[in-house]
């Protein structure tokens, strides 16, 4: 396929400045890339005679909920006004309060050290640039809602790919600092293939090497877009962009307003596995989220506080939903055979059934603890927002499609918080969510909320999944030896990364981080520790040899039973003709009896 340079954005015409407030003009620039140092000046011109200015840099960027301090990459922080040296200070980490003394135009320039390609914030190298908006442009709050403009200066011959508006490629413009900041940048050498899916246009960006192939690429992308759209009845966009950057060890992405990052290993488009995990586990899951949580957003997001956490108990609703519906779309879009999806099922009830955390903290304390999550205990004392969350509305769905004998679904709900719950409306609550529920179906889903929404009640697989006529079976007939802990390999070392509560290595004194370097005696790697332990009975006793705080240390421990947590799904023998209209209608494909 011909390759193109996207130069033209369509979704709003030239902004204007309201009367009486500034021109907000941005410049970017990249002169040394080898030095990973953007160059950034903002222009303010036509300032009201105000005597000061605070301009504020986001510490956490939307699509992660974390905060990242983008502030410890600026550096030469200067401002002039009408010509002359302005004094500034900075108030706190992320604010530069700049004295304007009634200057007309007042310009800050600074630069940003952006080597952070792996978090998709801010990365520049000799080989290309990435842009979050977020981590590298600062704005006022006062001026957020006016509308904006950035001038592009690429090294050399590279190019610009994103979502912001542009008449030449070097020139954006954007409605607002908020929108502008949702259109993430590629510059570089990128390959851009645009497309069009039922009239509206789309691109594919690909920067960097690989076996991949666009037109393969595009066809699936376009099943993606088609899936997702039916889903939904319409798009909220004229068009969107898929960047997609090939570097080795990489991986994640991130939905933005009319686009989105997408980041992997370069050689896994030959690999089914691979290739089917980047276009449903990434594609499919990012462009979901351009309705659900870009246009639908919880309350407590919306709208965004740079300066801080944003609180919510939703975020299961905006992530793990999310990832629910795009393992879903991706057998509608035949992505993911029956079969597998049911073997998906099966390692759900697994991964869910081995958390120790689940039974601690629910997916509303989850949503809540998200900005605090990730300690070393996670696993132990944590639920998540993604995995349970993805978990709890499977769960809502079928129980909806139950409860009204297959005339409602989740989908139904979504739809019509689609349509109640627009952009900077003000956003949702778990209130307005069940509210919408029992408007739109007639379920009372207060005991449902009770228990596994605000609760940490196990959850009823086997019941909800005989709804679709699917069976939940545990595999594991024999008992086996069971240390609790799992391990890596980094380099030369073999670490653990895990041990599981109430588990003989969670009682013998290891910790995460410890190094492993022999069992028995005989040094271990973490692709043997399986097999060996395997050969061993419950009972038995085993030596660790590890270091530990740099200090070495020999750990016995005796071989526990694990617990009974392996499950397979699969279809009843014999549906009745409400479990087969389920699964058809949740699937949508036909009941094929294995």
């Known amino acids: 396929m011909k390759t193109y340079v996207i130069l033209v954005g369509l979704l709003f015409s030239a902004t204007v400045t309201p009367a009486g407030q500034p021109d907000i003009h941005y410049v970017l620039?990249?002169?040394e890339p080898q030095t990973h140092l953007f160059e950034v000046k903002i222009e303010l011109k036509d300032m009201p005679r105000d005597e000061m200015l605070d301009l504020v840099l986001p510490v956490w960027r939307p699509g992660r909920y974390v905060i990242l301090d983008f502030a410890n990459g600026i550096q030469e922080f200067s401002a002039v006004g009408d010509g002359k040296n302005l004094d500034w200070r900075k108030t706190d980490k992320t604010t530069w309060h700049i004295e304007t003394r009634g200057a007309k135009e007042v310009t800050a320039t600074y630069k940003v050290y952006a080597d952070e390609f792996n978090l998709r914030t801010r990365g520049l190298n000799d080989s290309h640039a990435f842009v979050d908006e977020s981590s590298v442009f600062m704005y006022s709050e006062k001026f957020r809602k006016l509308p904006v403009t950035l001038t592009v200066r690429p090294y050399k011959n590279w190019h610009v790919t994103t979502g912001l508006e542009s008449s030449d490629g070097h020139n954006f413009t954007a409605p607002d600092y908020d929108y502008f900041i949702d259109c993430p940048l590629e510059i570089g050498n990128q390959q851009d293939y645009p497309f069009v899916v039922d009239g509206v246009s789309h691109v594919l960006s690909i920067s960097g090497e690989g076996n991949w192939n666009a037109d393969t690429l595009i066809?699936?992308?376009?099943?993606?877009?088609?899936?997702?759209k039916a889903f939904w009845g319409s798009v909220p966009y004229k068009r969107y962009v898929f960047l997609l950057e090939c570097m080795p060890n990489s991986g994640g992405a991130t939905e933005h307003i009319n686009s989105t990052i997408m980041q992997t290993a370069p050689f896994i488009f030959k690999n089914p596995d691979s290739y089917r995990g980047l276009l449903v586990g990434t594609a499919t899951h990012e462009y979901f989220h351009t309705w659900n949580v870009k246009q639908l957003r919880p309350k407590g997001i919306d709208p965004y506080d740079f300066t801080k956490?944003?609180?919510?108990?939703?975020?299961?609703?905006?992530?793990?939903?999310?990832t629910y519906y795009a393992e879903l779309l991706g057998v509608r879009a035949g992505f993911t055979p029956v079969?597998?999806?049911?073997d998906l099922l099966g390692s759900a009830v697994s991964s869910d059934r081995q958390r120790p955390g689940n039974n601690l903290e629910s997916v509303a304390d989850a949503s809540f603890n998200a900005w605090i999550g990730g300690t070393q205990h996670w696993y132990n004392s944590e639920s998540d927002i993604y995995e349970k969350g993805a978990m709890v509305s499977a769960l809502l769905d079928l129980e909806i499609r139950h409860e009204t004998s297959n005339k409602f679904s989740l989908d139904d709900v979504m739809r019509e918080m689609y349509k109640l719950f627009p952009l900077s409306g003000g956003g949702y609550t778990l209130a307005d969510f069940r509210r919408v529920i029992t408007n739109v179906t007639g379920w009372d889903c207060e005991d449902f909320f009770r228990d596994f929404i605000f609760g940490t009640k196990p959850l009823k697989w086997e019941d909800e999944l005989l709804a679709a006529g699917l069976q939940v079976n545990c595999t594991d007939t024999v008992a086996k030896p069971w240390v609790g802990v799992s391990l890596y390999d980094a380099g030369a070392s073999t670490r653990i990364n895990?041990?599981?509560?109430?588990?003989?290595a969670y009682e013998s004194g290891l910790s995460t981080g410890d190094e492993v370097l022999a069992l028995n005696g005989?040094?271990?790697?973490?692709?043997?520790?399986?097999?060996?332990?395997?050969?061993?009975?419950?009972?038995?006793?085993?030596?660790?040899?590890?270091?530990?705080n740099d200090q070495i240390r020999t750990v016995q421990l005796?071989?526990?039973k694990a617990p009974k947590t392996n499950y397979k799904v699969t279809q009843v023998g014999t549906p009745t003709d409400l479990q087969r209209a389920v699964f058809e209608g949740w699937l949508e494909t036909k009941w094929k009896t294995n």
């Open 29 to 31: 620039g990249m002169s």
């Open 219 to 228: 066809r699936d992308l376009s099943k993606v877009v088609n899936v997702t």
């Open 309 to 322: 956490e944003n609180y919510s108990q939703e975020l299961w609703i905006a992530e793990g939903m999310t």
């Open 339 to 342: 079969a597998k999806y049911l």
């Open 498 to 504: 895990r041990i599981v509560a109430g588990s003989p």
């Open 522 to 548: 005989y040094r271990i790697r973490s692709n043997s520790f399986s097999e060996r332990i395997g050969e061993l009975q419950p009972g038995d006793k085993i030596t660790l040899t590890i270091f530990q």
């Open 558 to 560: 005796v071989l526990g």
